[in-house]
């Protein structure tokens, strides 16, 4: 059984259907176990799939989301759903980094956030996209996000 603070989630214990599309997908919020302490928390996503906005093929790329919570903390079942949901979006790849970005800012209002777009080539060039909500608080271990620069096959 649920407790009940976390009645209002939606997506956990059972069969979620994939959103249509990321205005339709619910991210949904729990309360910061730990708040008042500083840590940072990092989401990875290395299958990330959206498609071209002009010619309709798929795009992918390595997301890499770290953040240092406030009151509360993003949903990990939600936000996997909320990813799955752009796999048939079609939008650029700043379009898509950013939205992310900028959708779990507006939700949780994290203390900070950084968020990282590397982009597999289209037509050989790879495209990768970096948005941060300003300087990281001093003393909290972020570590490096540990994504190679493509190198193709040379």
Request: glycine fraction near 10%.
């Amino acid at each position: 059984m649920v407790s009940e603070p976390y009645d209002d989630l939606t997506q956990l214990g059972g069969p979620s259907p994939l959103p249509a599309s990321p205005g339709e997908a619910k991210l949904e919020k729990v309360v910061n176990p730990h708040a008042g302490t500083p840590y940072c928390i990092r989401f990875t996503c290395p299958e990330f799939t959206s498609v071209c906005p002009v010619t309709g093929q798929p795009d992918f790329a390595h997301l890499v989301i770290d953040y240092i919570p406030a009151g509360h903390i993003v949903e990990s079942k939600s936000l996997k759903l909320y990813l799955s949901s752009f796999r048939n979006h079609a939008a650029f790849h700043e379009d898509c980094t950013i939205a992310i970005a900028k959708r779990i800012e507006a939700e949780i209002k994290p203390e900070w956030l950084r968020m990282a777009g590397y982009w597999y080539p289209r037509g050989g060039i790879p495209i990768d996209v970096f948005y941060q909500t300003g300087t990281p608080p001093d003393g909290i271990w972020i570590p490096d996000q540990g994504v190679e620069p493509y190198r193709g096959r040379g």
